[in-house]
């Protein structure tokens, strides 16, 4: 899949991207798949199990392509969280600003 871009800075993960819109498609797919399959195959149905098992591959694909994105964009606000914690620590503490 080198189609799929798995490298990201901060600025560009933040942006919306064709990653993002196949996510959205496979999200949709693979929850549809999910419900309707895991009832069809309460009832034993065969088409069940079928539907099912693309609903786990849409879901398991729609997190290859999407991770990537958010973690990059998780550890970014991360740092940014402890910089604002440190702020305010020393805001506290009456310390001078810099």
């Given at each position: ?18 990653e ?6 496979f ?5 549809i798949g999910l419900m ?5 195959s309460?009832?034993?149905?065969p088409?069940?199990?079928?539907i ?28 940014k ?17 810099s």
């Open positions: 899949m080198g189609f799929i871009r798995r490298e990201w800075t901060p600025a560009a993960a933040d942006e919306w991207t064709k993002d819109w196949l996510a959205i498609f999200s949709a797919i693979s929850y309707i399959g895991t009832a069809l309460l009832l034993l149905l088409v069940g199990f079928i099912l098992a693309i609903g786990i591959g849409s879901a398991l694909l729609m997190a290859y392509i999407i991770n990537p994105k958010l973690n990059k964009i998780s550890s970014e606000y991360e740092k969280q402890k910089e604002y914690l440190e702020y305010l620590e020393r805001t506290e503490r009456w310390e001078e600003l």
